[in-house]
């Protein structure tokens, strides 16, 4: 299985159904519409753990927020503070949401491949009931 790596807190989120959108500078990939997802939670600049893997995530489409206002106005969605110095809107760059159908949250969390992608990291090998 194919797996989304996501920082933390934003992984948090999601999993527990808390982030229905998440928001990149790029369109979900036709390929991964619809389809599981491993949730690979990555620390970020000041998380003190490793990579792991914390349930599978289910994205249905995207779409592009047309303006700054629009995004500011889906916030109970994406959960991206207006001010957030990483994450907020960005006028020379395109922002997308991608639309959570489906998350299943693991009990325990699960090691992810040794070698990780950037985003996408390939190879991951969990197994979900359906």
Known sequence: ?????????WSFLLINGLK???TRTYKLPDKYKNKPL???ETPGKKGKFKSRIIGVITFSH???YQDKQSWIDDYKRHKVEENNKDYKWN????????VVTKVVKFDSPVDPPIKKGIVFTKNCLIKISQ
């Open 1 to 9: 299985m194919t797996g989304l790596n996501v920082q933390a807190p």
């Open 91 to 98: 006028d020379s760059k395109s922002k997308y949401g991608w």
């Open 38 to 40: 491993a949730l690979i």
């Open 62 to 64: 995207s779409f592009t």
């Open 20 to 22: 229905t959108v998440e």
